[in-house]
Nanobody, 126 residues
Framework: VQLQASGGGLVQAGGSQRLSCAASGRAFSDNTMGWFRQAPGKEREFVAAIMRSGGRPLYADSVKGRFTISRDNAKNTVYLQMNSLKPEDTAVYYC????????????????????WGQGTQVTVSS
């Protein structure tokens, strides 16, 4: 699976931005998809995930109620709609695909994702 993330940029606090991640290669619909982010000097962290079969998405507590993950299997694309952005949301955002079936409990684990996009920078100014 090859992943290409896009949609990053500079946005003011309180604003919105939508990230997209286009997938090619192995059947997109077979993969649980996730978004992660990495701020300068910090470890990469889980943001959101959506199961291969759809269902209720999972979110990090820090973004719950502000971010929405969705997928369009017909377009092989996963999205991350980010609203009410805060300066602490500034990071490089990565999309990822699990590549294999894992228990739901591992959806937030970086190590369960086999394929990663190149990352897109999101900068939120105060």
């Amino acid at each position: 699976v090859q992943l290409q993330a896009s949609g990053g940029g500079l946005v003011q606090a309180g604003g919105s931005q939508r990230l997209s991640c286009a997938a090619s290669g192995r059947a997109f619909s077979d993969n649980t998809m996730g978004w992660f982010r990495q701020a300068p000097g910090k470890e990469r962290e889980f943001v959101a995930a959506i199961m291969r079969s759809g269902g209720r998405p999972l979110y990090a507590d820090s973004v719950k109620g502000r971010f929405t993950i969705s997928r369009d299997n017909a377009k092989n694309t996963v999205y991350l709609q980010m609203n009410s952005l805060k300066p602490e949301d500034t990071a490089v955002y990565y999309c990822a695909a699990q590549g294999a079936r894992y228990p739901v409990g591992l959806v937030k684990a970086l190590g369960s994702y086999a394929y990663w996009g190149q990352g897109t920078q999101v900068t939120v100014s105060s």
